[in-house]
């Protein structure tokens, strides 16, 4: 069955930099696209970036833009956010979703989630 | 962007009460709709994908129907474990966006 297990979440200094992983299994993870979603505390769902596969094009929210950067290890079926000058509104669950098909932009499966505190 | 807004924020029913919530987008976005259910400290669950087509595994008393800017999602007859909180998507375009949610609350 597909699973999705995030890691690499902490606490974090504002300015500071995190990088989140995600394990994948029980799928072809080449051949689908990939996205980290995350959730304020108490607060809504909030697309964070997503990633075509075969790593052919990126997407991320205004929020994040220029300063977070979604990849992918194919051979290590593994999808990576790393967050680099982190504030304190960054602070969130991260959850890894797997497309709902090759394209899809929905999402059939999510990870458990990861927390990301920005605090000094 | 592409703006979603719910409604109702927050929802108050029982067992067996037929639940609709209401998803409306800022300029049209065809069928690409999705909805979501959340419980407490879980990720979310895929219930609809396009518009209106049920995720493998989810109950049939869930339904999904709309087009254009205006969406809902149908509970026909509200099970215990149907309260949580509930999402829309779009995924008509970059960036994608989430409704602000529907607490089902007994």
């Known amino acids: 069955q597909v699973q999705l297990v995030e890691s690499g979440g902490g606490v974090v200094q504002p300015g500071g930099s995190l990088r989140l992983s995600c394990a994948a299994s029980g799928f072809t993870f080449n051949t689908y696209g990939m996205q980290w979603v995350r959730q304020a505390p108490g607060k809504g769902l909030e697309w964070v970036a997503s990633?075509?596969?075969?790593?052919?094009?990126?997407y991320y929210a205004d929020s994040v833009n220029g300063r977070f950067t979604i990849s992918r290890d194919d051979s290590k079926n593994t999808l990576y956010l790393q967050m680099n000058s982190l504030r304190a509104d960054d602070t969130a669950i991260y959850y890894c979703?797997?497309?709902?098909?090759?394209?899809?932009?929905?999402?059939?499966?999510w990870g458990q989630g990861t927390l990301v505190t920005v605090s000094s | 962007d592409i703006q979603l807004t719910q409604s109702p924020s927050f929802l108050s029913a029982s067992v067996g009460d037929r639940v609709t919530i209401t998803c409306r987008a800022t300029q049209g976005i065809s069928i690409y709709v999705a909805w979501y259910q959340q419980k407490p400290g879980k990720a979310p669950k895929l219930l609809i994908y396009?518009?209106?087509t049920l995720q493998s595994g989810v109950p049939s008393r869930f339904s999904g129907s709309g087009f254009g800017t205006e969406y809902t999602l149908t509970i026909s007859s509200l099970q215990p474990e149907d309260f949580a909180t509930y999402y829309c998507q779009q995924l008509n375009s970059f960036p994608l966006t989430f409704g602000g949610g529907t607490k089902v609350e007994i």
């Open positions: 990633l075509r596969f075969g790593k052919s094009d990126e």
């Open positions: 979703a797997k497309g709902r098909d090759n394209y899809g932009l929905d999402f059939d499966h």
């Open positions: 396009a518009a209106s």
